[in-house]
């Protein structure tokens, strides 16, 4: 067949620059997307006429010419699938959980499950604001994602709730063939109240000095210390510079000052440190070069150190209107959905993943849909190359704020979703802490909000903290670690208001790339009399991976 395109293409009059490479790429187009040679070089044509290229055929335009036979490949799908109906065989079909679906929570004290997103291969396809339309018939998936044959699988679940049996069999109601699918609004809205620091969108960055960094570490360092005083873990606080065998106290001139002196930990049985911690140590430094620690402090007791008025922070009410009216609808329970980013697989930018998780929610009917970036993915194979004839606003634009939209129209004014930028995001500043996204729809302003990364927030009088894990070990702060992470763009100008936290949350989030886990921390000393505080920490997992599917939560 290559002679056959090689052919077509000289009768066309063009000619082809790297012959051997072009050929073997042309003749992969013909495979996956089952075109004739004539075909093939009949859309080359069309496509460099409409880019005004030369005659001759470059290897490095191929890339792009992939994309445009994808695009093409999807409007042709889109307009083929004309039915506007869909029955129950269909959705069952692209949602059906299995029996394992049934241990999914609705309404508890916090129940979380993971489930593995591998959809079906069915006939369904997704127009690009998120709509998904069905012709009633099978039909063949392109991509390695549509291929998946296990899809909404539970993973694991924490506080399985004794009504599974109640569930399962309305589940098998519903899924009769008899039965249409109809619009099912969500029973409550929930309350939302977002907590936010003084970040906004198009605020000013990398204008952090020296003496930015020297203060916040100073201050984070001052508090930690009075926190520790106030507590009675420790007396007065010393410099450990001091060359001294006893434990005397210090004056004003012995002051550290930022100087720097080794410590030796040899001597403790255990202990456990991260780079930019804050702790407490007792011991002594006899040559005044190495201090000696017989003791390690590394916590705080929580009574002292989750102050919730130490760092006031603006409160923004969502939905204020409705609290103050209707406070009767502020409830324990939460319904959510958590799904971390990328929201499309490498090998394409179609947000299948995205698409699939958007059906599964307007099934499930959440009260609040989190989803955290990356959005418009850095890393993704198609943005490095920046072949995409795409600015990245107008993909987030569509692929994103629009299938959105289209949720947000469908569920009713009850659901709300909350969206939490990442420095990976194409679209956004590269900065952190990270300012919301600037959402120009204010028609959907109370439905679809953004957070700042990191944020905190309240939901039905539940406080949830995306991002970063927290103990009593971090010193009230978002991002303990110093220095910080290479390919993390701390500001420091930024950090002082935005990276503080002023108690433990109810539920903490964090996106990684590490094995989705949830985990409910016990924080405080039983020993010393404390009552322990619960925060149920998530890492819901990535939702795409690779070209295959990943994981969410739900609750």
Known sequence: ?????????????????????????????????????????????????????????????????????????KEAIIKKESGLHMYSNDFSMILSDGHEDTKEGFHGTPTYKSHALHPEPVDSIHKPNGDIFSAGKPSQSVTPFGQRKNKFVVQSTLNDLSNIENIKKEHDHENSEDFIIKRVQPSARCSLVIQGSKLEPGCRFMYDKIEDKFNFLENRIRKHSTALVASGLCEE??????????????????????????????????????????????????????????????????????????????????????????????????????AAGPFTTTDNLFFEPLAELLAYARRKQPQLLLLLGPFIDTEHPEIKKGTINKTFDEIFRLEILGRLQ??????????????????????????????????????????????????????????????????????????PLYPPMEGTPLDFSLAPEALQISRVPDILILSSDLA????????????????????????????????GAGFFRGA
């Open 1 to 73: 067949m290559e002679e056959e395109i090689k052919e077509e293409f000289k009768k066309n009059g063009f000619t082809l620059d790297d012959e051997e490479e072009i050929l073997n790429k042309c003749l992969t187009f013909c495979i996956q997307y089952k075109l004739s040679p004539s075909d093939l070089v009949s859309r080359w044509e069309a496509y460099s006429l409409n880019r005004q290229l030369e005659l001759t055929v470059q290897n490095s335009h191929m890339d792009a010419f992939l994309l445009h036979l994808q695009d093409e490949q």
């Open 237 to 338: 606080v010393m410099d450990p510079a001091v060359a001294s065998p006893f434990s005397n106290f210090l004056t004003v001139l012995s002051i550290l000052a930022g100087k720097r002196v080794r410590l030796d930990l040899q001597k403790l049985s255990q202990f456990s440190i991260f780079p930019g911690q804050i702790v407490g140590v007792e011991g002594h430094n006899p040559s005044g070069h190495c201090l000696i620690a017989s003791k390690l402090i590394d916590y705080i007791p929580i009574s002292v150190s989750s102050d919730e008025h130490q760092y006031p922070t603006k409160k923004q009410a969502v939905d204020k209107e409705f609290q103050l009216t209707d406070p009767s609808h502020m409830l324990a329970e939460l319904s959510m959905i958590v």
């Open 406 to 479: 289209d949720y947000v129209e469908y569920m009713g004014s009850a659901t709300r979703v909350i969206l939490v930028p990442s420095i990976r995001d194409a679209n956004h500043d590269f900065v952190f802490p990270q300012p919301p996204f600037d959402i120009h729809q204010t028609e959907l302003k109370h439905q679809i909000t953004s957070l700042t990364n990191p944020g905190i927030f309240s939901a039905n009088e539940t406080n949830t903290q995306p991002y970063l894990l927290l103990s009593e070990t971090f010193g009230n702060s978002f991002y």
């Open 516 to 547: 989705h886990f949830m985990k409910v921390l016990s924080l405080g000393d039983q020993n010393d009399g404390q009552e322990q505080v619960k925060c149920v920490c998530v890492n819901p997992g990535r939702l795409a991976r690779g070209e």
